[in-house]
């Protein structure tokens, strides 16, 4: 993370479509392993761009509770989606992360740790929301201060450089505007470079701002010119277009939910949850994980490995005796209870972006915001 | 970090999720399914921790416990753990042998607050293996008894085959200075001692309301009885101090799994004033 120097709106460029592909082979040519959105099974996904003619040109993403559908846009816009399944945190907190290894030896056993050294990241395309989320997880895993520091995040965050980009739409499930969290990037958040995409008839270009000095040097390297009264604001527009969203939090939920921790209506949410824990791995934030100890068929080598887990499954509270959580409104209550209300306490903001995953690939639809209005709604009956 | 019951020492290694090579130094045998290993580093470091604190204990190839450490910080030799073998993990450290090698992290969390129930009596509640967590607690408050009014121990186990440390129990129940109790929940052979829930003791008074400290271990419903009965008395949740138990798989709050409301019972406890968890601890499966 470099340090950041505001940049005034003057300073915008605007770069043309093709720009975008000279970025791409910039940030390559400077070793990063540069991550991006594109279009596989049927979804968006975050994977390796080689070039920016991988980014998902013309498709938008239609999105209610349970339900995800790719259709064609009005126009080749390559931020014209949403978010998919994927968030960041699959590369900068990966899904299985070896920890160490460990050989037998003569009276014991050695362990080491000696990790492969990895490229720095370049992510393109991140939303206001998903900045939110990278934030929110650097306090969770201490990149500036806490009690602990998981050393690996810090260092993959620490090099990753973020290409940010302003939605010009919202998603049937997106609620980030009453989460405060988009859906325009603000200067208080940690980018290299925001982008939002102008798009019409006679163009394809995009409005660029440096968030650091870093940010602003890729942008020297490439061809622009100065932003024109026009240009902002059409990007302003696109961004009122994107805050018009049909889902809102109901506000004080994070006290809301911490008064009821005892309500009848959890029973009624477990009546419909499958306890699956699609929400939890689609969410950016959620961070739990479980380890695995594993060794060879000689038994003379172990390793341990992190992987993602999730307060849904049985196990995830057993002690001795049993799980701690053995109903499915009790796991459901943790996890909303932890992201919208404890997680307060613990990293002082919410854990909840609004970014809508959760809604979406929920195989039954539940959704957080009417569940937490359900609890305001029925609150002392 | 400062907590308002103690001092959380510092992490004794660079990175907390990797272990570092201890040596078991001896195993002895406690009950038919707990056993005690004494362990010391085996890469020249020292180890210091507080009474209360807990390490995660890891067997080659199988995986990793937290055991909370069952000696006291001035015990000369080795670093105690007390375990019962109740899983694959706690199985295959109670197969190992002197010599042999475990990883261990730690130490981790809060600790029992020992200098500051300086001045005031000091109520003990322990519960089957609970004793173990109180153990380097009760050592610390013998080895400077002058600073303590009254000392209550009481213990409970299920049947008095299951009673942990008993000799020692009877060297403490010796001392002219404490109270000790031992209460089984059950008859099993001959027993002529105390028949009945070791909360019911608590009754029996034998300390100051106003000025007591209470430490509790043992099963959450061994603690919410406690409390109860301890309420009942006069004790306010303030000094009460209870060790929880969750699942715990990294001990640094990364993993998420001991969370208990907002508390991270790894880093925020295992040993919280009770006030401070009060209106959670009543809430089932929470």
């Known amino acids: 993370m470099a340090s950041k120097t505001p940049a005034p709106a003057d300073r915008a460029g605007v770069i043309a479509r093709a720009a975008l592909d000279e970025l791409v082979a910039l940030l390559a040519g400077r070793g990063y392993r540069v991550i991006g959105p594109q279009l ?155 982008l939002t995409e102008l798009l019409d008839d006679r163009r394809h270009d995009f409005l660029v701002t440096a968030g650091t000095a870093r940010g602003a040097e890729l942008l020297a390297g490439l061809p622009q010119r ?6 902002l ?18 506000p004080g939920v994070a006290d809301l939910l911490r008064q009821n921790l005892e309500h009848r209506h959890w029973d009624a949410v477990a009546e419909r949850c499958l306890g699956c824990a699609n929400c939890t791995m689609v969410c950016p934030t959620c961070f739990c994980s479980t380890v695995e100890d ?33 109903e499915t409104a009790a796991r459901y209550r943790q996890w909303i209870t932890h992201k919208l209300s404890s997680w307060h306490d613990q990293f002082g903001s919410s854990g909840c972006t609004g970014c809508g995953r959760c809604i979406t690939w929920c195989p039954v639809g539940i959704d957080i915001t009417a569940e937490a209005r359900a609890i305001r709604d029925a609150e002392g009956s | 970090m400062m907590t308002p019951h103690g001092t959380m020492a510092a992490p004794a290694q660079l990175d907390p999720m990797t272990p570092r090579p201890f040596r078991i130094r001896q195993r ?10 004494a362990l010391a580093p085996d890469d020249g470091g020292g180890f210091a921790f507080q009474p209360g604190q807990f390490n995660m204990l890891y067997a080659f190839g199988v995986g990793e416990i937290p055991v909370s450490i069952s000696s006291a910080p001035d015990e000369p030799g080795e670093i105690l753990h007390t375990i019962r073998a109740v899983g694959k993990v706690s199985a295959a450290l109670g197969a190992l042998k002197p010599g042999d090698m475990v990883g261990v992290r730690g130490p981790f969390g809060t600790s029992w607050p020992v200098e500051a129930a300086y001045g005031s009596d000091l109520v003990i509640l322990a519960g089957g ?19 303590f009014g009254n000392v209550v121990i009481l213990y409970g186990a299920r049947t008095p085959e299951d009673i942990l440390f008993r000799k020692e129990l009877q060297s403490w129940r010796g001392h002219f200075d404490l109270n000790v109790e031992v209460t089984v929940d059950r008859v099993t052979g001959a027993w002529g001692g105390r028949v009945g829930v070791v909360t019911g003791l608590i009754r029996q008074g034998g300390f100051d309301r106003l000025h007591s400290i209470a430490l509790l271990c043992g099963p959450e419903v061994m603690m919410r009885y406690g409390v109860r009965a301890l ?25 998420g799994h001991c969370q208990f409301g907002a508390s991270f019972v790894c880093k925020d406890g295992p040993v919280f004033p009770f006030d401070r968890i009060e209106k959670l601890f009543a809430i089932p499966e929470l």
Request: charged share 25%; glycine share 8%; net charge neutral.
């Open chain 2, 129 to 147: 293996i609970g004793l173990a967590p109180l153990r380097p607690a009760i050592r610390q408050v013998i080895a400077q008894r002058e600073k």
């Open chain 2, 28 to 37: 002895r045998k406690e009950l038919a399914d707990t056993f005690t290993l």
């Open chain 1, 294 to 326: 594993v060794t060879d068929l000689s038994g003379d080598h172990a390793e341990r490995w992190r992987k993602w887990d999730s307060c849904y499954t049985l196990e995830f509270s057993y002690i001795h005796g049993g799980g701690v959580r053995r």
């Open chain 1, 233 to 250: 604001v059409e990007a302003e527009a696109a961004s009122a277009r994107a805050a018009v969203q049909s889902r809102a939090m109901v």
């Open chain 2, 231 to 255: 309420h009942d008395c006069g004790v306010a949740s303030e000094r009460i101090y209870v060790s929880m138990e969750r699942n715990m798989k990294c001990a640094v709050g990364f993993c």
């Open chain 1, 226 to 231: 100065p932003a024109s009264a026009a240009d």
């Open chain 1, 40 to 194: 596989r099974d049927g979804a968006i996904v975050y994977d390796d761009l080689a070039r920016a003619d991988q980014l998902p040109a013309g498709w938008i993403d239609q999105q209610e509770g349970g339900s995800y559908r790719l259709v064609r846009g009005p126009d080749a816009a390559l931020f014209g989606h949403v978010v998919g399944p994927h968030s960041w945190k699959r590369f900068l907190y990966p899904p299985a992360q070896k920890l160490w290894q460990a050989e037998r030896s003569a009276g014991g056993f050695t362990v080491t740790t000696a990790a492969e050294p990895e490229p720095p990241l370049a992510f393109l395309g991140v939303r206001a929301c998903e900045l939110h989320a990278i934030a929110i997880q650097d306090r969770v895993f201490g990149v500036e201060s806490g009690d602990f520091t998981d050393s690996g995040y810090a260092a993959r965050r620490q090099a990753a450089l973020l290409v940010a980009v302003n939605c010009g739409r919202a998603a049937g499930t997106c609620f980030c505007v009453s989460m405060q969290t988009g859906p325009k990037v603000t200067e208080d958040l940690a980018y290299d470079l925001v």
